[in-house]
């Protein structure tokens, strides 16, 4: 006659031995946890910005014409310029402006001439500074001057941030690994971080 070994099941004892354990763990991890996710949206922020401007820079080479990127504050119908908004729109021409008219769709001929729109962050945890929320560039790739708003050729920058802690920096305070995007004149834009210095004081290539 067959015998069958009887399985021993799980002790209350031991589930919770087994979940004090899983829970010390999951607390433990917590704050680098947070840190890779706001890292992350930081990260997904910046790349989404420089697509966009590569986009506008792209469009103004093709059509050997004006092409604008600008930050907004939405992207529907209520939207402005804005230098803090987390948002973006490449539109063709050097004083067309997407103010109020964001929520329309795309179109090379239809004003506000709106040829690409985005959304580079939706999290409350990012902030967006920039020096000024719109560009232009000319045929050539190069900057140029924008009105609605005016615009003046310089250096632009675009800082994304954490809203929730402080970024790091060169003596290694902070806990969020922030980052810095730069339009020259020439109409080059690059995504560096603050934490490693400037170019002329730090030789790595991701120095600001």
Same mark, same amino acid.
Request: net charge neutral; glycine share 8%.
């Given at each position: 006659?067959?015998?069958?070994?009887?399985?021993?099941?799980?002790?209350?004892?031991?589930?919770?031995?087994?979940?004090?354990?899983?829970?010390?763990?999951?607390?433990?991890?917590?704050?680098?946890?947070?840190? %890779?996710?706001?890292?992350?949206?930081?990260?997904?922020?910046?790349?989404?910005?420089?697509?966009?401007?590569?986009?506008?820079?792209?469009?103004?080479?093709?059509?050997?014409?004006?092409?604008?990127?600008?930050?907004?504050?939405?992207?529907?119908?209520?939207?402005?310029?804005?230098?803090?908004?987390?948002? %973006?729109?490449?539109?063709?021409?050097?004083?067309?402006?997407?103010?109020?008219?964001?929520?329309?769709?795309?179109?090379?001929?239809?004003?506000?001439?709106?040829?690409?729109?985005?959304?580079?962050?939706?999290?409350?945890?990012?902030?967006?500074?920039?020096?000024?929320?719109?560009?232009?560039f000319n045929g050539l790739g190069q900057q140029t001057p924008a009105s609605n708003p005016t615009?003046?050729?310089?250096?632009?920058?675009?800082?994304?941030?954490?809203?929730?802690?402080?970024?790091?920096?060169?003596?290694?305070?902070?806990?969020?690994?922030?980052?810095?995007?730069?339009?020259?004149?020439?109409?080059?834009?690059?995504?560096?971080?603050?934490?490693?210095?400037?170019?002329?004081?730090?030789?790595?290539?991701t120095a600001c």
């Amino acid at each position: 006659m067959l015998k069958f070994k009887t399985s021993r099941g799980v002790t209350l004892i031991e589930l919770m031995v087994g979940l004090t354990i899983m829970a010390f763990l999951l607390l433990s991890g917590a704050p680098s946890l947070t840190e %890779w996710i706001r890292n992350s949206q930081i990260r997904s922020a910046a790349e989404s910005i420089m697509t966009g401007l590569h986009h506008a820079r792209t469009e103004a080479v093709k059509r050997n014409s004006s092409a604008r990127f600008q930050l907004t504050s939405t992207l529907d119908n209520d939207c402005a310029v804005d230098t803090s908004g987390k948002n %973006w729109v490449v539109n063709l021409g050097a004083s067309n402006t997407p103010a109020g008219n964001c929520g329309d769709a795309t179109s090379d001929t239809v004003a506000p001439l709106m040829v690409q729109k985005s959304v580079a962050s939706t999290s409350t945890g990012i902030t967006v500074t920039a020096s000024q929320g719109v560009v232009s560039f000319n045929g050539l790739g190069q900057q140029t001057p924008a009105s609605n708003p005016t615009a003046t050729v310089g250096t632009m920058t675009i800082d994304v941030t954490s809203s929730s802690g402080a970024c790091l920096s060169s003596d290694g305070s902070g806990s969020f690994r922030c980052l810095r995007i730069v339009v020259s004149p020439a109409g080059q834009a690059r995504m560096c971080d603050p934490s490693m210095g400037t170019n002329a004081s730090n030789a790595q290539p991701t120095a600001c």
